[in-house]
């Protein structure tokens, strides 16, 4: 049986997955807040704004992303680690695994 709070970290480690796969394709590595939402929105994944923000904090605590404030918006650049996090290439515990493409 699949608890709500198994449910819960699934949905987060899914979408942190998504957030750092998002970066490793876009120019620069680096996007904003608002299109990460909107992106991850498009992969299917219901996450609001400030979901995604407590999620990509999460993930600049670990490393994998850098971030800075500019205009009100978050703008995150993925690090080395996180690029190997989003290529399977690193296991980081609260991270989904990506799968076989």
């Given at each position: 049986?699949?608890?709500?709070?198994?449910?819960?970290?699934?949905?987060?480690?899914?979408?942190?997955?998504?957030?750092?796969?998002?970066?490793?394709?876009?120019?620069?590595?680096?996007?904003?807040?608002?299109?990460?939402?909107?992106?991850?929105?498009?992969?299917?994944?219901?996450?609001?704004?400030d979901?995604?923000?407590?999620?990509?904090?999460?993930?600049?605590?670990?490393?994998?992303?850098?971030c800075?404030?500019?205009?009100?918006?978050?703008?995150?650049?993925?690090?080395?680690?996180?690029?190997?996090?989003?290529?399977?290439?690193?296991?980081?515990?609260?991270?989904?695994?990506?799968?076989?493409?």
């Amino acid at each position: 049986m699949v608890t709500i709070n198994a449910m819960a970290d699934a949905w987060r480690e899914d979408l942190r997955l998504s957030i750092l796969r998002l970066l490793h394709e876009a120019p620069g590595l680096t996007l904003n807040d608002s299109l990460l939402t909107k992106s991850v929105q498009i992969l299917g994944i219901s996450a609001t704004r400030d979901q995604l923000r407590t999620e990509v904090g999460w993930l600049e605590q670990q490393g994998t992303i850098r971030c800075q404030v500019l205009s009100g918006l978050i703008v995150a650049e993925l690090t080395e680690r996180g690029s190997d996090a989003a290529k399977g290439l690193a296991s980081i515990p609260g991270i989904s695994r990506p799968s076989a493409r």
